[in-house]
């Protein structure tokens, strides 16, 4: 059966860079280093970033292309009397989940898209709290969150419905360079709002006494979350390359563009909400409370430009959050078309109701559940710790083992070297094995122990 792959090198790093870059970049991001005490957490992140997700994003590509198959088929491949399979299908419900709540966030942004083309913005009449007040007037309305949500997820299901070339490719080779280009814009007007030094200065000074155990973990979470790593979804759309395609190549770039687009996201929102006097640990509602802000005094000056900027950014972030959503949806997908021999349309169908469920449950509670805690967080900030802290880690332990230690060394030499034809590959081999062999593994172990003493 033909599983369809990318047209050109060009599109499968624009793919892997659409999953990674999506809100986790633009809505996480600011507000994890909100919550988390500001450059300590940026100076973790960047280290986990580039010495244990890369590693990781190589191990998981280095399964997909060499296997040809989704996480449980390559598992099965390589290991087929082991347990690890079976860890490996655990991994295919880690993205389920996220896509649930992901989708409520996705809605949001409709919702905002929408004030943007009705102009809501640009009233300089409206205050700070002004905006804050929206927001939460908003997602506790209880209906029309989750109308949106529902609409997130139909658009979702309509792209993965289409497949891998016609669907997902098209889509992310426009919309990720506009973004990048649009926050960039916004970054530049947010360093000019008055007070914005205080969150430039936040983003630059770190206080390493804010950095506990569990900020390491969140750190941890965060790249791993930003990168889609431990979840199957790198390593489902690196079975979709073509044989001679460059994996050091491809993860280093998606990294550096992944990181690169938090970081400038990070300046854009951070200087705004000081500038809009905003509690920088307000949540997953930062960037939603803090952008209007900037459009609007943006809109005292110059309104049209306002209305344009609002207007493309909330387009693109809908654009972003798809192409991230897209590739969660398309490894359970992948799961059921390969494995279960599923038709595509019943594996989206029926995964499209599993995740709509969870997803309402987790819209709910900024309204009726608001009440409803599991281990002292709300359903939605425990889907999100659940996923971002433990299972993504776990999937990336796993990857890593499996990759480092299970797999064949010349297998894994073959694929990440082309043959031995790649020379850059073939001279970083031996220090990207022992990190993959033993750093990466041992640092998410230490971690998680860290996380306990702490
Ligand atoms: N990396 C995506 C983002 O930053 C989120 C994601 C997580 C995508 C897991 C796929 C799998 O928004």
Known sequence: MDRGNFGNRFTAIMAMAGSAIGLGNIWRFPYMVGQNGGAAFIIVYLFFALFICIPIFLSESVIG????????????????????????????FTPLIIISYYSVVGGWSIE??????????????????????????????????????????????????????????KFTKISTPILFLLVVLIMCYSLTLPGAKAGVIYMLKPDFSKLTGSAMLSAMGQAFFSLSLGVGCILTYASYLKKEESLLHISVLTSVFDLSFALIAGFAIMPAVFAAGIEPGAGPGLIFETLPFIFSTMGLSAPWLSNIVAILFFVTILFAALTSSVSMLETGVAYLVDEKKMSRPAAVGLLFAGCWTLGVFCSLSFSSLADFKILGNSLFDFCDKLTSNFLMSFGSLLFALFAGWKMKRSDVYDELTNGGTLRGSVKMFGVLYFLIRYIAPLAIILIFATNLIL
Not at 70 to 91: D, H, I, N, R, V
Not at 131 to 147: E, M, R, Y
């Open 65 to 92: 292309k060499r296997s040809q198959l989704s996480t449980f088929g390559a598992m099965e491949k390589y290991a087929p009397k082991g347990q690890w399979k079976w860890l490996g299908l655990l991994t295919v």
């Open 112 to 169: 905002y898209l929408l004030k943007s083309l009705s102009f809501s913005f640009t009233d300089p009449q409206l205050s700070r709290d002004g905006h804050s007040a929206i927001f939460l007037d908003f997602v506790s309305s209880t209906w029309k969150p989750i109308l949106l949500h529902t609409a997130f997820m139909g658009i979702n299901a309509i792209i993965v419905m289409a497949g891998v070339k016609k669907g997902i490719e």
